[in-house]
Nanobody
Framework: QVQLVESGGVLVQTGGSLRLSCAASGNAFSIKTMGWYRQAPEKQREFVAIITNAGAATYRDSVKGRFTVSRDYAKNTVYLQMGRLSPEDTAVYYC????????WGKGTLVTVSS
């Protein structure tokens, strides 16, 4: 089993920056891909960014050029550096990891004030 714990969610102003972190424990050595999803109020959970063990990153279109996903393989940690934040980025951000199945963190709330 893999446990994921997110941190870094706070209230930030429009145009600001923020970095989220997610630390994996348990059978973290078996993780193939890590990344982030988000769920805004009254909306479905949506893909944000993922990064493979090879370092290949994929982003949803609306965050390209503003968000950067990265991993510290030694620390089993994935990061999401977010910039030029807007109120549309307000959501609970969930860490995601894939082994032979999917694993989810409990989420961290990011609120962007207008």
């Amino acid at each position: 089993q893999v446990q994921l714990v997110e941190s870094g969610g706070v209230l930030v102003q429009t145009g600001g920056s923020l970095r989220l972190s997610c630390a994996a424990s348990g059978n973290a050595f078996s993780i193939k891909t890590m990344g982030w999803y988000r769920q805004a109020p009254e909306k479905q959970r949506e893909f944000v960014a993922i990064i493979t063990n090879a370092g290949a990153a994929t982003y949803r279109d609306s965050v390209k050029g503003r968000f950067t996903v990265s991993r510290d393989y030694a620390k089993n940690t994935v990061y999401l550096q977010m910039g030029r934040l807007s109120p549309e980025d307000t959501a609970v951000y969930y860490c995601y990891a894939v082994t032979n199945k999917s694993h989810w963190g409990k989420g961290t709330l990011v609120t962007v004030s207008s």
